[in-house]
């Protein structure tokens, strides 16, 4: 993955922008993406990526609300990389949200600061409840 310098802000994001409710989904797994379409709520964005830089310098990341980050994708990614970045290198606290792997990946996620882990069942059931937290009452 690319660093990006966290100086370079690029255009400042509006006050729109920052209301928008979007999410980042890390996976390529399309069962897993066609389960989670059907409870996405009306007015929130699905930013389905494998590769941070795809969404744009750091404070792009900033504007969403919340990151679901499947460990079940194989060389898609490096999810360790992904939380790497996200908490050392931008140093964004934004939720992540880890799906499946196995109690050694976990681990090494929970030391580098990923939120929260779940199955596939348990965070599609869970969803519900993000949204409504992360919604801001809007």
């Not at 609300?65 to 140093?91: C, H, K, N, S």
């Not at 882990?117 to 599609?124: Q, R, S, Y």
Request: charged share 25%; net charge negative; hydrophobic share 45%.
């Amino acid at each position: 993955m690319a660093s990006q310098d966290p100086s370079d802000t690029g255009q400042a994001p509006t006050i729109e922008s920052r209301m928008e409710r979007r999410f980042i989904v890390m996976t390529t797994r399309e069962g897993f993406l066609q389960a989670l379409d059907p409870l996405i709520p009306d007015g929130w964005t699905r930013v389905t990526v494998t590769d941070l830089d795809a969404i744009g310098p750091w404070n792009e990341i900033l504007l969403h609300r919340f990151m679901l980050l499947d460990l079940d994708d194989p060389g898609a990614f490096d999810p360790l990389d992904v939380i790497e970045t996200l908490r050392m290198e931008y140093q964004i606290n934004l939720p992540v949200f880890c799906l499946g792997g196995d109690a050694d990946l976990q681990g090494e996620m929970r030391l580098a600061r990923a939120d929260r882990f779940f199955t596939e069942a348990e965070l599609l059931e869970m969803l519900p409840r993000f949204f409504e937290l992360y919604g801001w009452g809007r």
